[in-house]
């Protein structure tokens, strides 16, 4: 029966064509945006994953991390004192602007962190050594900042590289290591120095203590700890897992408190930008053609074979029977279209991984989700096949 | 006809295929780009000595407190005694302003001495000389010899003989006063160490022009034998300290040797946290509970005043 089916399925190559071309643009087209959605979302907690610490504590009213409220340099000390805490130490973090030899400007994300512990340190070193950041006026720049702050990228030997220098707000940093690092939402690179030279960097201000970072006690996870901390100090303690539900979200009528730092800052951007909508709308898109393409196509496929299907039915075949089979069709060229959909996302998932750009990160839920949508449409489509065959006569084959 | 369709069948299933297996790859390749979750700073950060601790940043001061010597006007150095690292006992010289103007002085008021001096053997003459025609004039007995009038002239002649020559002593002693006067100045500019000590900072050389101004001192002045540690605590955490807590001090930069420290005294005066951290000074944030610790020297690593360390002070714990 199943083989019957297959035939039938493959027999009318163009219409088999018209259905696969349906679902692998609607699978494409949800999986190629949902994952830039989520590449540019986690790009938003780009210094939460290269500023790597358990804890982040920041002041009381703070939302998400690239919007900080400085706090008090005693704070450091406080956080410090709690007796679930196992270190704390200060963090930098503050967009500034970087001039080039050639008097070009750039904006660059940097990172302040504590000379002694270098606590926040990049993890993936390129070249160089992270101790000499203890050498006056040196930084770490990241692959990204190569490309950027280098006078001619194109030409390898104008490339910036370790002993080469530029200006972060008129004094001079010097490049003692390269790093692997995530990019950020504003696209500037990252540069680490130490919290006391990233202090010199900035221009004065009052308060500059961005965040202090703090790691759990022994025994302790990170949520006791984070809660620990709010209690005693009265800062925000975020814990820094991932993106997900966590133990400490409250949610008071509208609004969630989250404990997460991830969460909190893509649920910021998700509620405070329009990129939800606009992926979301493209998303949406994806859904119709698929439904429309497969549905009229598979429609007209039953149609077409009405006659076929009229003289099984005639032979005896029961309804439930060939419903059976119009299904088994609509899972294969589901299938089928769902595995070319993938494989043109895949193609393009490499390429910008490799690239670095367009943003993209793939959850396992996005293919899962999208064939399960996939299957949706193709049971749909399925659907009115089935009506369409149960509405028919088997007396009609023999009248024509 | 048929091979085209097969090979449409066939080779769309394996696409679909291999489209499942690339996306396992991307999924693959995406998670070893991921940064990895947070684990240990590359320094690992000192351990709590204590269960329930307040932290605090400190500096090392001498014990006796660093004396910051001042100049009492401001001038020219002429000359530095002592040499930095060197230790000077109560009285030391250290170094001299210019003094050449007193010294000028000087001069001429040593020459106002032999003025009055030969001032006074002038009136010394002259008071002789009266004293002489007084007593020969008293040398004769007839009274008609000499008019009444001419007598008490001599006697008169004699009086103001002996005050000018008190009048010329005097000026001998205000001139000797004044002499002593200009050397008890000069000596003032010579600058003297108020106690024992070691010289712990040098800023001032020869020819150098030494200012009053209390922000930068000519020299800094402490006993180094020791050390005490001025330990700033945070308000917010100033109700957990107590006389007599036990605390633990760790060098910045070098987490993993501890001090032991002893408890001095808690200063009464909380005052503006003025930022250790150096060009920062008025950057005033909050203010701090001043807690002074007492450290011994030890042999190694060698420690100097004015670093920066990292204290635990045991405390109870909030609740």
């Not at chain 1, 259905?19 to 494409?28: H, Y």
């Not at chain 1, 000390?77 to 930098?92: D, G, T």
């Not at chain 1, 202090?212 to 209690?231: C, L, N, R, S, Y």
């Not at chain 2, 001429?108 to 003459?125: F, H, K, M, P, Y």
Request: charged fraction near 20%.
């Amino acid at each position: 029966m199943f083989s019957l089916a297959l035939k039938m399925l493959f027999g009318d190559t163009a219409k088999y064509l018209m259905l696969v071309a349906g679902l692998f643009f609607a699978t494409f087209l949800i999986v190629q945006q949902a994952s830039v959605f989520c590449g540019l979302m986690r790009w938003t907690t780009a210094t939460l994953k290269n500023v790597a610490a358990p804890i982040y504590v920041v002041e009381e009213q703070v939302e998400q991390v690239n919007e900080t409220n400085p706090m008090r340099d005693t704070d450091v000390a406080r956080v410090r004192s709690v007796s679930a805490v196992r270190w704390a130490m200060p963090l930098y973090s503050g967009i500034q602007r970087v001039r080039l030899a050639d008097g070009s400007f750039k904006t660059v994300q940097l990172v302040g962190i504590d000379a002694a512990s270098l606590a926040g340190a990049p993890q993936r070193m390129v070249e160089g050594n992270l101790k000499d950041l203890r050498l006056p006026n040196t930084v770490v720049i990241d692959e990204l900042a190569i490309e950027r702050l280098s006078v001619d990228f194109k030409d390898p030997a104008k490339r910036i590289k370790i002993g080469d220098s530029f200006e972060i707000n008129d004094i001079e940093a010097r490049v003692v290591g390269i790093c692997q690092a995530m990019r950020s939402f504003t696209g500037g690179p990252y540069i680490w120095t130490t919290y006391e030279r990233a202090l010199q960097y900035t221009p004065p201000q009052r308060k500059m203590l961005s965040a202090v970072i703090a790691a759990p006690g022994k025994g302790m996870t990170m949520d006791q700890a984070a809660a620990a901390i709010e209690k005693e100090t009265g800062l925000r303690a975020y814990v820094n897992r991932d993106f997900g539900k966590n133990e400490r979200d409250v949610t008071t009528g509208k609004t969630t408190r989250y404990g997460d730092f991830n969460t909190a800052t893509v649920w910021w951007y998700v509620k405070n930008t329009g990129i939800p909508i606009s992926f979301g709308t493209t998303v949406v898109i994806g859904f119709i053609v698929g439904v429309a393409i497969a549905c009229q196509t598979f429609y007209a496929f039953v149609l077409d074979n009405l006659k076929h299907l009229g003289a099984l039915k005639a032979m005896g075949m029961s309804n439930f029977r060939l419903s059976l089979m119009l299904i088994f069709q609509a899972f294969t060229v589901g299938i089928i279209g769902f595995g070319l959909g993938l494989l043109a996302s895949a193609a393009f998932a490499m390429g910008a991984l490799k690239n670095g750009q367009p943003p993209l990160y793939m959850p396992w839920q996005i293919p899962v989700a999208a064939f399960a949508v996939i299957q949706v449409i193709c049971m749909l489509a399925a659907l009115m096949g089935i009506i369409r065959l149960s509405l028919y006569e088997p007396a009609m084959v023999f009248r024509a | 006809m048929n091979f085209f369709s097969k090979l449409l069948r066939y080779g769309s299933l394996a696409a679909a295929l291999l489209g499942v297996v690339a996306i396992i790859l991307v999924s693959r390749t995406q998670a070893e780009k991921q940064m990895p979750p947070a684990g240990d700073p590359p320094v690992v950060p000192p351990r709590k000595p204590f269960a329930h601790s307040v932290a605090a940043t400190g500096i090392l001061e001498a014990l006796s407190e660093n004396v910051a010597i001042g100049v009492p006007q401001s001038g020219m150095v002429s000359e530095v005694f002592v040499k930095v690292n060197d230790s000077v006992k109560k009285g030391d010289p250290l170094f001299k302003l210019d003094d050449r103007d007193l010294l000028a002085q000087q001069i001429s008021t040593r020459a106002q001495l032999d003025v009055a001096g030969s001032q006074i053997s002038i009136n010394e003459a002259q008071l002789a000389k009266f004293s002489a025609q007084l007593a020969r004039l008293d040398a004769v007995t007839d009274s008609r010899a000499i008019s009444k009038d001419d007598m008490e002239n001599r006697r008169q002649d004699v009086s103001i003989a002996q005050a000018q020559l008190a009048a010329a002593r005097a000026g001998l002693t205000s001139a000797e006063a004044s002499l002593e006067s200009i050397s008890m100045l000069i000596e003032r500019l010579t600058i003297r160490a108020p106690r024992d000590g070691s010289v712990i900072q040098l800023n001032i050389r020869a020819g150098e022009y030494a200012a009053t101004s209390p922000k930068s001192p000519a020299m800094i002045l402490g006993d180094i034998d020791k050390l005490q540690v001025r330990a700033d605590i945070d308000e917010q955490n100033a109700t957990r300290i107590r006389a007599g807590q036990k605390a633990y001090a760790y060098l910045k930069g070098d987490t993993s040797i501890s001090f032991p420290l002893e408890f001095i005294r808690v200063e009464p005066y909380v005052i503006p946290k003025v930022s250790l951290t150096g060009s920062s000074i008025e950057r005033v944030d909050t203010r701090v509970l001043q807690v002074i610790y007492s450290l011994e020297r030890p042999e190694d690593p060698p420690l100097y005043v004015g670093q920066q360390v990292d204290l635990f002070i045991e405390a109870p714990d909030r609740n």
